[in-house]
């Protein structure tokens, strides 16, 4: 039995039966990946409204052009008013979960933030949050104010890697959110930056494991892009068909978790993101971020889709997911498709 068909039949892998998965080839791992996403959470393709509604952040990543200390960004913030407003014409495009990203910013009070979450949970839509570390009584008040789902990337589980790009930032904080979030009863998502520069394949096969270890609800990933204006300027990006061949995996690991195919994909390559679908992925998170704001939301150049208008962006996406023979769903995309 090779290694695909052994991780079909016991959803187990060791460290290094991941690393020579990684290293074999894409296409058998994909169909494996695909007829797996398949039997397990069908062929809807759930689409989640982006909403990047600041730019502001007091941490400073060194892969992430929101750092504090990049002095060449337009800093934004949106009005409790826009956002709600954008998460209106998101609910109207047909959304049924907004999501709320933004850099790490304290001007959102926790009393300005549940105001926000209120407002947009009443008009019927499941509500992911991505906006950092927070404290467990602060996780506690955006649930109990309507929020579903959370995204927080580990980024790498690599702590001397961690420490090295997150600087004022500890690794045990960061598990410390996701146990929090997960006792609170969120839909939990992480995931990690593949291609950091000094990450090896034995450090992805650590995040997998500690993926599926968690266990996560959803796991997003993608390449790392250089920013030219942070410290990880001169770095090559991380590796498309690396990024490709973990999210297959990790669907063969976790057959029926919710698994996005990210932007940062898309960037590298206009067909990625309809190649991850058909490898494992069945999530999709449009943005619906007002061009004037979108084109500040700057995390790494060249980010895809920063011209398109929320109904162009939605309109691409669900003509290319149609073609693929898959359907949108309309539902709110929980995990188990609930
Ligand atoms: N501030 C929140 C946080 O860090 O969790 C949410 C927003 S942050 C911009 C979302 C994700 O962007 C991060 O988890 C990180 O993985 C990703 N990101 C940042 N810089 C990137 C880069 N240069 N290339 C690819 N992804 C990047
Ligand atoms: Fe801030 Fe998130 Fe970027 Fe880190 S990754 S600098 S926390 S926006």
């Known amino acids: ?164 790009l997150n600087p004022g930032m500890r690794f045990e904080n960061r598990v410390r959110c996701l146990e929090d979030l997960q006792r609170l009863g969120y839909e939990v998502g992480s995931g990690c930056l593949i291609g950091l520069p000094g990450q090896t394949l034995e450090s992805i096969a650590e995040d997998i494991l500690f993926f599926k270890e968690f266990p996560l609800d959803m796991v997003g990933l993608g390449p790392f892009i250089p920013n030219p204006a942070t410290p990880l300027a001169d770095c090559g990006s991380g590796n498309l068909e690396l990024s490709l061949k973990v999210i297959a995996l990790i669907r063969l690991l976790m057959p029926d978790i919710n698994i996005p195919a990210t932007t940062a994909m898309e960037t590298l390559d206009k067909t990625a993101r309809f190649r991850a679908l058909q490898g494992g992925a069945n999530v999709i998170m449009p943005n619906v971020t007002s061009l004037s704001y979108r084109k500040k939301y700057q995390l790494y150049p060249g980010k895809s889709g920063i011209d398109d208008t929320p109904q162009k962006s939605r309109a691409v996406i669900c003509e290319k997911v149609l073609a693929l023979g898959r359907t949108i769903s309309e539902g709110y995309g929980f995990r188990n498709n609930k």
Do not use: W
């Open 1 to 164: 039995m090779n290694l695909i068909e052994k991780v079909m039949q016991s959803q187990q892998l060791n460290k290094a039966e991941i690393v020579e998965v990684l290293l074999g080839d894409y296409s058998e791992l994909a169909n494996a990946a695909d007829s797996v996403r398949k039997r397990y959470v069908g062929d809807e393709v759930h689409l989640r409204g982006l909403i990047e509604f600041s730019n502001h952040c007091k941490q400073n990543c060194c892969y992430c052009g929101l750092r504090c200390e990049n002095r060449e960004v337009d800093r934004y913030r949106l009005s409790p008013e826009e956002i709600v407003a954008e998460a209106k014409l998101a609910k109207a495009l047909g959304y049924r979960t907004i999501v709320m990203q933004s850099g790490e910013d304290d001007s959102y009070s926790v009393d300005k933030m549940t105001a926000i979450l209120k407002q947009i949970k009443s008009m019927d839509v499941a509500i992911t949050l991505s906006i950092g570390e927070k404290t467990y009584e602060e996780y506690k008040a955006y649930k109990e104010a309507g929020a579903d789902r959370y995204l927080l990337r580990i980024e790498t589980t690599d702590q001397s890697l961690y420490h090295k």
